[in-house]
């Protein structure tokens, strides 16, 4: 890779100066994003509960409450980049900030499941303007040389958010109630917008797209309308049912639709022929497939831990650390790895090792040393971060550099599509299999509690609960059935992984990514009071 020489540079003298700083505000801006997810993650079975400690949620009104954010973030991701290059990458954040801070206070008191899921819509909303442009302000303020370093630092922040989610969101499940996990967000916001105000330097693309509403419409139409389907499916054990064909069906359409729309138009939201790059498709790819194998088994994780364990929330969050404290550990070294190995050998190790730790997820049972569960998280934080590091390398240097929103909104894109999808599918196959293993242990119950009893382990308890001693005899049978379609959906975890391990093998290269090219445009930076 071909070091700039100081004196052509392009990042002014004073921004370059206090660039670490500004890293560290921009960090600060992306942990809230990661942070509401991974505080999330611990609080489901609390929302969970019915009123007065949760909200009675069942199992696929906790996805929704997980995709409604992730769905709208994916599909605004790409033209809140735009917008960022448009406008000016520090007016957007500034403004994604204030949005999603009031979206979490509004969801902090929710009265309803279907309240939360729309207040988490609009979190999502806040969240895509955040997340493209802290990575296209870090392109803007470090020199090409110093970019690996800073954004294995930046993917490091998403370790960092991991580790201090879980511990944060027990802690306040165990002295407040579960709207507390919102609210949290408010002070962050608050502190995190008083120092971009203060630090952060405005930057644009000087010749920035087009905004293209009708295609922001019909991906977000087409990601909703698939992922209905394949809730429903598992909400019904029956992925044959009319509905859900016919909503799975649609959405596949519209999505079809979309893509046929953005070939021809010449102001797409998303610029297709960046796919003709096999190694940028590669790298994409590659974080689609990690995020679809990673949050549909991190869903099902939380209730092993508390329901089938015993765990509070608080003992659950210490449980998830040594994931975020391996992601925090290599993945600002991990391109030390690829300085030696290369792109490719890194980042299929990296994505080996998450597919064999998803696959030992089938040896845990309910009285499994706790300890298994620590090293198989430890290991899977490692692969993330020998895998995140270097596909956003890859990513970033890939497209030139005024492209930075675009780029990293493409990532993040596929990022959240893939979480999304994941904890759909993956989802919906524990679903499925959990009612067809418990219900043959349910025909004792009245024909109105039956449905509801199988719809999860929760729903199961809850109506054993009820019960008083006659619930009893409940009890271990949906541990039994729970354990059962947990080692199934990690299966299909690990499957997935491994079609990524195999797209990174095939089509990564094996040192630079890409050469920097001959006129290529400068992105401007914006003279504001700095």
């Given at each position: 890779?071909?070091?700039?020489?100081?004196?052509?540079?392009?990042?002014?003298?004073?921004?370059?100066?206090?660039?670490?700083?500004?890293?560290?505000?921009?960090?600060?801006?992306?942990?809230?994003?990661?942070?509401?997810?991974?505080?999330l993650n611990v609080a489901i079975k609390t929302i969970s509960t019915p009123a007065p400690t949760g909200l009675g949620a069942t199992q696929s009104e906790l996805e929704w409450a997980i995709n409604a954010y992730t769905l709208v973030f994916a599909g605004l991701l790409f033209t809140a980049g735009l917008l960022g290059d448009r406008l000016g990458r520090k007016k957007v954040l500034l403004g994604g900030l204030a949005v999603f801070g009031g979206a979490s206070a509004l969801a902090a008191f929710s009265g309803s499941p279907e309240q939360l899921i729309g207040f988490r819509a609009?979190?999502?909303?806040?969240?895509?303007?955040?997340?493209?442009?802290?990575?296209?302000?870090?392109?803007?303020?470090?020199?090409?040389?110093?970019?690996?370093?800073?954004?294995?630092?930046?993917?490091?922040?998403?370790?960092?958010?991991?580790?201090?989610?879980?511990?944060?969101?027990?802690?306040?499940?165990?002295?407040?109630?579960?709207?507390?996990?919102?609210?949290?967000?408010?002070?962050?916001?608050?502190?995190?917008?008083?120092?971009?105000?203060?630090?952060?330097?405005?930057?644009?693309?000087?010749?920035?797209?087009?905004?293209?509403?009708?295609?922001?419409?019909?991906?977000?139409?087409?990601?909703?309308?698939?992922?209905?389907?394949?809730?429903?499916?598992?909400?019904?054990?029956?992925?044959?049912?009319?509905?859900?064909?016919?909503?799975?069906?649609?959405?596949?359409?519209?999505?079809?639709?979309?893509?046929?729309?953005?070939?021809?138009?010449?102001?797409?939201?998303?610029?297709?022929?960046?796919?003709?790059?096999?190694?940028?498709?590669?790298?994409?790819?590659?974080?689609?497939?990690?995020?679809?194998?990673?949050?549909?088994?991190?869903?099902?994780?939380?209730?092993?831990?508390?329901?089938?364990?015993?765990?509070?929330?608080?003992?659950?969050?210490?449980?998830?650390?040594?994931?975020?404290?391996?992601?925090?550990?290599?993945?600002?070294?991990?391109?030390?790895?690829?300085?030696?190995?290369?792109?490719?050998?890194?980042?299929?190790?990296?994505?080996?090792?998450?597919?064999?730790?998803?696959?030992?997820?089938?040896?845990?049972?309910?009285?499994?040393?706790?300890?298994?569960?620590?090293?198989?998280?430890?290991?899977?934080?490692?692969?993330?971060?020998?895998?995140?590091?270097?596909?956003?390398?890859?990513?970033?240097?890939?497209?030139?550099?005024?492209?930075?929103?675009?780029?990293?909104?493409?990532?993040?894109?596929?990022?959240?599509?893939?979480?999304?999808?994941?904890?759909?599918?993956?989802?919906?196959?524990?679903?499925?299999?959990?009612?067809?293993?418990?219900?043959?242990?349910?025909?004792?119950?009245?024909?109105?509690?039956?449905?509801?009893?199988?719809?999860?382990?929760?729903?199961?308890?809850?109506?054993?609960?009820?019960?008083?001693?006659?619930?009893?005899?409940?009890?271990?049978?949906?541990?039994?059935?729970?354990?059962?379609?947990?080692?199934?959906?990690?299966?299909?975890?690990?499957?997935?992984?491994?079609?990524?391990?195999?797209?990174?093998?095939?089509?990564?290269?094996?040192?630079?990514?890409?050469?920097?090219?001959?006129?290529?445009?400068?992105?401007?930076?914006?003279?504001?009071?700095?």
């Amino acid at each position: 890779m071909t070091t700039p020489a100081a004196t052509d540079s392009r990042v002014p003298e004073a921004v370059h100066r206090r660039r670490w700083v500004i890293l560290g505000v921009l960090m600060l801006s992306l942990l809230i994003v990661v942070l509401d997810n991974s505080i999330l993650n611990v609080a489901i079975k609390t929302i969970s509960t019915p009123a007065p400690t949760g909200l009675g949620a069942t199992q696929s009104e906790l996805e929704w409450a997980i995709n409604a954010y992730t769905l709208v973030f994916a599909g605004l991701l790409f033209t809140a980049g735009l917008l960022g290059d448009r406008l000016g990458r520090k007016k957007v954040l500034l403004g994604g900030l204030a949005v999603f801070g009031g979206a979490s206070a509004l969801a902090a008191f929710s009265g309803s499941p279907e309240q939360l899921i729309g207040f988490r819509a609009l979190m999502g909303l806040g969240a895509a303007f955040v997340m493209p442009a802290t990575l296209a302000v870090l392109m803007n303020v470090f020199e090409r040389d110093e970019q690996p370093k800073a954004i294995g630092i930046w993917a490091g922040g998403v370790g960092l958010a991991i580790a201090i989610g879980p511990i944060t969101g027990g802690v306040l499940l165990d002295h407040f109630w579960w709207g507390s996990v919102f609210l949290i967000n408010v002070p962050i916001v608050i502190l995190a917008l008083g120092l971009m105000v203060w630090l952060v330097p405005d930057s644009r693309d000087p010749k920035p797209g087009r905004i293209d509403p009708v295609g922001v419409l019909l991906s977000v139409v087409g990601l909703v309308l698939l992922v209905y389907g394949i809730i429903k499916g598992g909400q019904l054990a029956d992925f044959t049912d009319a509905e859900v064909l016919a909503t799975m069906g649609a959405g596949l359409a519209v999505l079809i639709g979309f893509v046929w729309y953005e070939k021809r138009i010449d102001h797409p939201s998303i610029d297709v022929t960046y796919f003709k790059n096999r190694v940028f498709s590669a790298a994409i790819g590659a974080i689609g497939l990690v995020f679809f194998a990673l949050m549909g088994v991190t869903f099902f994780a939380v209730f092993y831990t508390q329901t089938v364990r015993g765990y509070s929330p608080f003992q659950t969050g210490l449980l998830m650390l040594p994931l975020a404290a391996a992601q925090l550990t290599f993945a600002p070294r991990a391109r030390l790895v690829v300085d030696r190995i290369g792109y490719r050998a890194t980042t299929a190790g990296g994505m080996l090792l998450i597919a064999a730790m998803l696959a030992a997820f089938t040896i845990l049972d309910a009285d499994t040393p706790i300890w298994i569960l620590e090293v198989i998280f430890f290991l899977m934080g490692t692969g993330m971060a020998h895998v995140m590091t270097p596909t956003s390398v890859v990513i970033m240097q890939t497209m030139p550099r005024e492209k930075a929103g675009s780029a990293s909104a493409l990532s993040n894109t596929f990022r959240q599509v893939g979480g999304a999808l994941g904890i759909a599918v993956l989802g919906s196959v524990l679903s499925a299999s959990y009612r067809s293993g418990i219900e043959d242990k349910l025909t004792l119950l009245p024909a109105d509690l039956r449905h509801h009893a199988g719809e999860s382990i929760e729903a199961t308890l809850g109506v054993a609960a009820e019960l008083g001693p006659k619930g009893e005899a409940l009890i271990t049978p949906a541990h039994d059935a729970f354990l059962h379609a947990m080692h199934l959906t990690a299966v299909g975890g690990a499957g997935v992984a491994l079609v990524g391990t195999v797209v990174v093998a095939l089509f990564l290269p094996g040192r630079d990514p890409a050469p920097k090219e001959p006129g290529e445009e400068e992105t401007e930076l914006v003279a504001a009071e700095h």
